[in-house]
């Protein structure tokens, strides 16, 4: 059977493994072998959607581990990847579970939380894509409130007094418009109407005038009062072992239909009103069915779960007593990604088709001691390097938003004008190297420790210096980190 013109775009619309390792490599140095295995696991996906539907229930995702320490690159090769494609991204630690029947969280709430996520963002989407027309109704809302119709102008012909005294307070009966008494009680004469027709006329004139002038800006100071809906919720305290987020109760949609709207007046400024009434008019236009059910199938197409710390649950120790055992951890995880329905408050998610990105550092255990199920669901095992001398000044110059780049950024706010020459940069990557191989090594991460020490006076000084150009030479670094270097224990500086 031949695909539809809109499944065949899928595959040539998606990145190819070779371009996602090229974006990769904009952000990330190093770690080819991790980038090349997720960009093909993230190409699979898309070649999927190309299959015949019985055949694209079948095809699994093939989930990776990552074996590296820590700072090597393994949660943001994730998150870039994520946001390369505009997938529903969620990074959990397997650490922070625990299995049923012990007060902790209960696995399925990643899926939760990843499905809430994708809500938010497909909402986001949307209110951006009806922003130009809630943008018009709002100002049609300040525009009632600046410049009201007069009600004999909106229908005269049923200006008869209401039973409700309030939908009366602007009723004068014995107002004029145009000199011409409009009784109540009367049907209005043809000279009437075109009278009334033409003050209608120059009150749109005048409003449309209001509105160009509403648009420049010139009312953003002026005060407005506007009702703003509210909700009173009740307190509920509820007493659960394993937490509220197991009930899986949404007591706000519960209590939306019991419970009245009310408004509260607020007095603000045109420019924070626009805010509130754009926001409000754009809740109105925005299908939250159309939402959910976008935001459900991208989790279960697109979804990505980057589990780290998985080593932490590694074992298959013998269990005795009422503890929490790493393998009771790893069974309640095994259903989620081999495949399952968790239900959240948004309905039903499946979870046959999320990625999972397994990371740790493994160097007390192996992945060889997950249960075998677990093994058997984590077909990609890869193994990040550890960062040398060269990665680091690399690291420091070559990422579109490198170290270099930002620190400076920091200072030009000042209005200082700050050079990092190459040696400086030499020194500042050799000695990252030497603090990691004689101290603990934590990879990247101790580019940063290194770059606030060595920026720490400049910084505090900044507002102040009279001269507004800084040269960071190697000298320099040297005489910022001159104790650091000295001393032998240099945890005790930089951690």
């Known amino acids: 059977m031949e695909k539809n013109t809109d499944e065949t775009k899928v595959l040539a619309n998606a990145l190819t493994p070779r371009q996602i390792v090229e974006e990769l490599d904009k952000y990330i140095i190093g770690q080819f072998e991790a980038k090349r295995s997720v960009a093909i696991a993230l190409r699979n996906r898309a070649r999927r959607q190309m299959l015949e539907d019985d055949m694209q229930d079948e095809v699994a995702p093939k989930n990776i581990i990552m074996i590296g320490s820590t700072g090597v690159g393994k949660t943001e090769i994730a998150r870039r ?24 969280r209960d696995v399925e709430s990643m899926i939760r939380d990843l499905t809430e996520i994708s809500v938010s963002r497909v909402k986001s989407e949307q209110t951006v894509a009806v922003e130009e027309k809630a943008l018009e109704a709002a100002e049609e809302r300040l525009l009632d409130n600046l410049f009201p119709m007069p009600r004999a102008l909106k229908n005269p012909r049923n200006n008869k007094p209401s039973d409700d005294p309030e939908a009366n307070e602007d009723i004068d009966e014995d107002e004029d418009i145009d000199e011409i008494e409009i009784p109540f009680d009367l049907e209005l004469t043809e000279e009437q109407d075109e009278a009334l027709e033409k003050q209608r006329e120059r009150h749109l004139k005048t409003r449309d005038k209001l509105r160009q002038r509403l648009k420049n800006g010139e009312f953003e100071e002026k005060e407005v009062d506007i009702n703003m809906k509210t909700r009173s919720m009740p307190f509920v305290e509820i007493f659960s072992p394993g937490g509220i987020e197991e009930m899986d109760i949404n007591f706000k949609d519960m209590f939306s239909n019991i419970l009245p709207n009310q408004t509260k007046k607020r007095r603000v400024p045109v420019s924070e009103a626009r805010q509130i009434l754009v926001q409000e008019e754009a809740e109105k236009l925005i299908d939250m069915d159309a939402v959910i059910s976008d935001a459900i199938e991208r ?197």
């Open 81 to 104: 990847l994520a946001r390369l494609v505009d997938a529903p991204f969620i990074k959990v630690e397997a650490s922070k579970y625990t299995e049923i029947g012990y007060v902790g």
């Open 299 to 495: 989790v279960e197409n697109s979804g990505i779960v980057f589990l780290d710390e998985i080593d932490k649950i590694a074992g298959r120790e013998s269990r005795q007593g009422p503890d929490v055992s790493r393998e009771g951890v790893q069974r309640d995880i095994l259903p989620i990604i081999e495949g399952s329905t968790v239900a959240t408050k948004y309905g039903s998610v499946r979870t046959h088709h999320v990625l999972f990105i397994a990371a740790g550092a493994f160097h007390v255990s192996n992945p060889s001691d997950l249960i075998p199920e677990l093994q058997g669901r984590f077909p990609i095992r890869v193994e990040l390097k550890s960062l040398n001398k060269s990665d680091f000044k690399s690291i420091l110059t070559e990422p579109k938003n490198a170290l270099v780049k930002q620190y400076t950024a920091l200072l030009h706010t000042e209005g200082i004008e700050a050079t990092i020459t190459d040696d400086a940069i030499d020194e500042i990557a050799a000695l990252a190297f030497q603090v990691n191989e004689s101290v603990e090594d934590i990879g990247a991460r101790r580019l940063h420790t290194i770059m606030e020490k060595l920026f720490e006076n400049l910084f505090f000084d900044a507002p102040d210096l009279e001269e507004k150009s800084v040269t960071v030479d190697a000298d320099y670094v040297r005489g910022e980190l001159a104790e650091i270097v000295k001393d032998q224990d240099l945890s005790r500086y930089i951690l």
